[in-house]
């Protein structure tokens, strides 16, 4: 289990670009990071992860082209880049880890046992 600490959410016009960030408390080659995201009334869903050794990285097909995510393995950081921001990206965005060195081309969260308090970003028309 690693601690993870969101940040950067906000409120934000549709078009607008907006980055969040995930601080976590250990860096481990063979962890895997992530995005997901909660809107009212729906499920969690993942956006985006990146192994944390070899930067890989996997993007759902709602985000992809306007959605970048990195790391900063000096800073233990890791971010989320979000553009040409929709109304329908509103939701509460989580940052998750996975620490069992399973694969990190998986969007479910049930893969994922560490989890961030989440930070809201709210997008208006």
């Known amino acids: 289990q690693v601690q993870l600490v969101e940040s950067g959410g906000g409120s934000v016009q549709a078009g607008a670009s907006l980055t969040l960030s995930c601080s976590t408390s250990?860096?481990?080659?063979?962890?895997?990071m992530g995005w997901f995201r909660q809107a009212p009334g729906k499920e969690r869903e993942g956006v985006a992860t990146?192994?944390?050794?070899?930067?890989?990285?996997h993007y759902a097909d709602s985000v992809k082209g306007r959605v970048t995510i990195s790391r900063d393995i000096a800073s233990q950081m890791m971010s989320l880049r979000m553009n040409s921001l929709k109304p329908e990206d509103t939701g509460m965005y989580y940052c998750?880890?996975?620490?069992?060195?399973?694969?990190?081309?998986?969007?479910?969260?049930?893969?994922?046992?560490?989890w961030g308090q989440g930070t809201q970003v709210t997008v208006s028309s």
């Open positions: 998750a880890a996975r620490t069992d060195g399973g694969s990190c081309l998986t969007l479910r969260d049930a893969d994922f046992g560490s």
């Open positions: 250990r860096y481990m080659y063979r962890m895997c």
């Open positions: 990146i192994w944390m050794g070899g930067g890989s990285t």
